[in-house]
């Protein structure tokens, strides 16, 4: 294999720049030998791994958090235009993950836990084809936007929290800095009415604190909102929040933690391959994925059944 890592070095509150000889030594010693580059703008890492996959690399190390392995995924493909089909660099190349986020949502499906040693020995594992989503959306501006993502897409005070979170130090840590973020949120939040298709069928009207289009378990810095979810069954697992508040929040987060959230009433969980998410006041109405708010209301959610190749 030939292996590039795209770093982004703002992670982990800035040690992976601070470390980055110890965490590439981690990387040689698994490997062998990588190429590297460090993110220096906001999708910068889509551009990397572009770059790399058309000079011959194969494996593709994204080093940071969500939203790198975020853009690093969508560097897997051409840039996507609302209505093309996917396009993809080289469908034989890998992507592979070295955590170093502050939210970890995508590691904990995974299994990867924090340690440097371990989550590198982890880069020279099996190869499997994995899904990946699609979501077609409105910028801010009001044009026509696509994008993929391989955790979670969501809809409703999700989209608040992580824009919360983002304008945060994160010296805190993930999980508290999402706890704080999701408090400021629902002070005050008001379900949104929303109309969802699922699958091509009949619109539903829904009132959701969060709509939430899962390919992987967990979002919101540990939160298992999606307890079936699997990267791999070419379905997303979708569930609804409805009536959640502030006081909700504080005295369910146990169950948000450990997924049995599922079971209470408030919460509606189902299967779908396309999800389109439409609301009366879609500018209001903001879409994130992967931990990053991308834009707003109308959204078409879409899965692209084993579309990368990823190391387990």
């Given amino acids: 294999m030939k292996l590039f890592v795209v770093v982004n070095p703002r992670s982990a509150n800035g040690t992976t720049a601070r470390h980055f000889d110890v965490i590439a030594q981690a990387v040689r010693g698994a490997v062998g030998e990588c190429a590297h580059a460090f993110t220096e703008r906001a999708l910068h890492a889509s551009d990397l791994t572009r770059e790399a996959l058309r000079k011959g690399h194969d494996l593709v190390v994204a080093v940071g958090g969500d939203g790198t392995i975020n853009e690093v995924v969508n560097g897997f493909f051409e840039p996507l235009l609302p209505g093309e089909a996917p396009r993809a660099i080289n469908r034989f190349a890998a992507l592979a993950i070295l955590p170093r986020g502050t939210g970890g949502d995508l590691r904990r499906t995974l299994g990867l836990d924090g340690n440097l040693a371990s989550a590198a020995r982890r880069l020279a594992g099996a190869q499997v084809p994995v899904d990946v989503g699609r979501v077609d959306y409105t910028t801010d501006a009001g044009a026509t ?20 979170a983002n304008r945060s130090s994160k010296v805190l ?39 939430a289009i899962a390919n992987g378990k967990y979002f919101g810095g540990g939160m298992m909102v999606a307890p079936e979810a699997r990267l791999d069954d070419g379905r997303f697992h979708v569930t609804i929040w409805s009536g959640y508040g502030l006081a909700d929040f504080v005295l369910k987060s146990g169950s948000m933690y450990d997924g049995s959230h599922v079971n209470l009433k408030g919460t509606r969980t189902r299967t779908a391959r396309t999800v389109r998410v439409e609301g009366p006041d879609s500018a209001a109405m903001g879409v994130e994925v992967d931990g990053e708010r991308i834009g707003r209301l109308p959204a078409t959610f879409t899965i692209l059944p084993e579309a990368l190749q990823l190391v387990r």
């Fill in 145 to 164: 936007a696509s994008r993929y993502f391989i955790n979670v897409g969501e809809v409703g005070v999700g989209a608040k929290v992580v824009e919360i």
């Fill in 173 to 211: 840590g993930g999980k508290l800095t999402f706890m704080l973020a999701s408090l400021r949120a629902l002070a005050g939040w008001r379900d949104l009415d929303l109309r969802v298709s699922f699958d091509g069928g009949p619109a539903e009207d829904l009132s959701v604190t969060t709509l």
